[in-house]
Nanobody, 126 residues
Framework: DVQLVESGGGLVQPGGSLRLSCAASGFTFSDYTMTWVRQAPGKEREGVAYVSPGGATTAYVNAVKGRFTISKDTAKNTLHLQMASLSPEDTAIYYC????????????????????WGQGTQVTVS
């Protein structure tokens, strides 16, 4: 079974940094596109970043460009999201997800492309 387990969330002051991790199992990690999605209180889920199966291609939503970095450690089957210059607007539950297909057929930041989801990790910037 596909399993995704996030960790690394917590409370951080504005301007601080956090590194989120997502441990993946039950599939060949290097074969699938992965994403980080967040949901802020009272708001809809928002695709934050994605990374291609081999890790060579990434993309970000405008709100986090230049501050967040998504990466894959294929040796450890772990997805990361390095977050810097955090602001209260980044407060949300962060989820990792695996694409339904190895390569999404539509926009890789479109949540409908992702079938398997972790339970989420809370990030609070205050």
């Amino acid at each position: 079974d596909v399993q995704l387990v996030e960790s690394g969330g917590g409370l951080v002051q504005p301007g601080g940094s956090l590194r989120l991790s997502c441990a993946a199992s039950g599939f060949t990690f290097s074969d699938y596109t992965m994403t980080w999605v967040r949901q802020a209180p009272g708001k809809e889920r928002e695709g934050v970043a994605y990374v291609s199966p081999g890790g060579a291609t990434t993309a970000y939503v405008n709100a986090v460009k230049g501050r967040f970095t998504i990466s894959k450690d294929t040796a450890k089957n772990t997805l990361h999201l390095q977050m810097a210059s955090l602001s209260p607007e980044d407060t949300a539950i962060y989820y990792c997800a695996r694409a339904a297909l190895q390569m999404p057929t539509g926009s890789p930041l479109d949540q409908s492309e992702y079938r398997y989801w972790g339970q989420g990790t809370q990030v609070t910037v205050s």
